[in-house]
Antibody
Framework: EVQLLESGGDLVQPGGSLRLSCAASGFIFSNYAMSWVRQAPGKGLEWVSS????????YYADSVKGRFTISRDNSKNTLYLQMNSLRAEDTAVYYC??????????????WGQGTLVTVSS | DIQLTQSPSFLSASVGDRVTITCRAS??????LAWYQQKAGKAPKFLMY???TLQSGVPSRFSGSGSGTEFTLTISSLQPEDFATYYC?????????FGGGTKVEIK
């Protein structure tokens, strides 16, 4: 059974940093591209970033480019999102999502339960 | 960026009703469209891809159609567990984008 378990969400001040983690199990982690998707309170879904199975290529939304870094440790079956220079508009539930294949051009077939990041003074 | 416009944004319906949600893309995306269902306080759940191919375990009352720029999600007979918010998503090009969502509520 595929499981994705996010952690690391917290209350942080504007300008601060946070690292999210997503522990994966139930599939061969290194074979699949992975992504982070966020949802601001009461709002819709927004794609944030994606990484290939090897970790060798990444994509970012313009809204986070230069501030967020996606990475993965395939030996630990874990996906990360390093978030720097946080802004109030980054407040959201952050979901870890698995692509349906190793390709970037696939839907997300499994999602974690989400972790809440609140940026506020 | 490809914009996805869902309509309606809100829908009130009764158990047993046939419900159709539309998703329009700002440019052609072939069949690179997925639909997700999200219940309050829960993560999204993958329903179908390639505009019309149901994910394993998704009830057959759900169906999808379309290609290019116009897509539909249909629930043939709405069940109590179907009351949720539905999102379309394009995976034709980056940045990946989602529609604004359609909330289906009980009449």
């Amino acid at each position: 059974e595929v499981q994705l378990l996010e952690s690391g969400g917290d209350l942080v001040q504007p300008g601060g940093s946070l690292r999210l983690s997503c522990a994966a199990s139930g599939f061969i982690f290194s074979n699949y591209a992975m992504s982070w998707v966020r949802q601001a309170p009461g709002k819709g879904l927004e794609w944030v970033s994606s990484i290939s199975g090897s970790g060798g290529s990444t994509y970012y939304a313009d809204s986070v480019k230069g501030r967020f870094t996606i990475s993965r440790d395939n030996s630990k079956n874990t996906l990360y999102l390093q978030m720097n220079s946080l802004r109030a508009e980054d407040t959201a539930v952050y979901y870890c999502a698995k692509y349906g294949s190793g390709s970037y051009y696939d839907p997300f077939d499994y999602w974690g339960q989400g972790t809440l990041v609140t940026v506020s003074s | 960026d490809i914009q996805l416009t869902q309509s309606p944004s809100f829908l009130s319906a009764s158990v047993g009703d046939r419900v159709t949600i539309t998703c329009r893309a700002s440019q052609g995306i072939s069949s690179y469209l997925a639909w997700y269902q999200q219940k309050a306080g829960k993560a999204p759940k993958f329903l179908m891809y390639a505009a019309s191919t149901l994910q394993s375990g998704v009830p057959s009352r759900f169906s999808g159609s379309g290609s290019g720029t116009e897509f539909t999600l249909t629930i043939s007979s709405l069940q109590p567990e179907d009351f949720a918010t539905y999102y379309c998503q394009q995976f034709n090009s980056y940045p990946l984008t989602f529609g604004g969502g359609t909330k289906v509520e009980i009449k």
